[in-house]
């Protein structure tokens, strides 16, 4: 299947936040396709990964913005950004620098259940 090309603002235009402004986001890494994390992001903050290519995600506990990396130094570069169907979950793929999560590992999806 072919991803339908469309521009930044009927991007944004297509995406639905929840009641509290926030949409859950998906990164994936370009090149391996291994999903790095979930997070969240809200308007301000998918705007400005669109605009500058640093993703910049929405922090529930701080209540703000935060470029991921900033203090780590383990950012994400954003290579393509898709919106589901439905419009209420959000996929990047990204270029990592270094570990995703922020306990080191390289993904925050480290530990599955043994069946």
């Given at each position: 299947?072919?991803?339908?090309?469309?521009?930044?603002?009927?991007?944004?235009?297509s995406v639905t936040c929840d009641a509290n402004?926030?949409?859950?986001?998906?990164?994936?890494?370009?090149?391996?396709?291994?999903?790095?994390?979930?997070?969240?992001?809200?308007?301000?903050?998918?705007?400005?990964?669109?605009?500058?290519?640093?993703?910049?995600?929405?922090?529930?506990?701080?209540?703000?913005?935060?470029?991921?990396?900033?203090?780590?130094?383990?950012?994400?570069?954003?290579?393509?950004?898709?919106?589901?169907?439905?419009?209420?979950?959000?996929?990047?793929?990204?270029?990592?620098?270094?570990?995703?999560?922020?306990?080191?590992?390289?993904?925050?999806?480290?530990?599955?259940?043994?069946?």
């Amino acid at each position: 299947m072919i991803a339908e090309n469309i521009s930044p603002e009927e991007f944004l235009a297509s995406v639905t936040c929840d009641a509290n402004g926030r949409v859950p986001t998906i990164a994936q890494d370009a090149k391996s396709g291994e999903v790095l994390m979930m997070a969240w992001m809200n308007a301000d903050s998918l705007m400005r990964t669109l605009s500058a290519g640093d993703v910049v995600y929405w922090s529930r506990s701080r209540k703000t913005l935060w470029r991921k990396g900033e203090t780590s130094g383990h950012t994400q570069r954003l290579v393509e950004a898709y919106v589901d169907c439905d419009g209420d979950t959000l996929l990047l793929k990204v270029e990592q620098m270094g570990p995703a999560c922020h306990t080191g590992a390289p993904t925050c999806f480290f530990r599955k259940v043994q069946i």
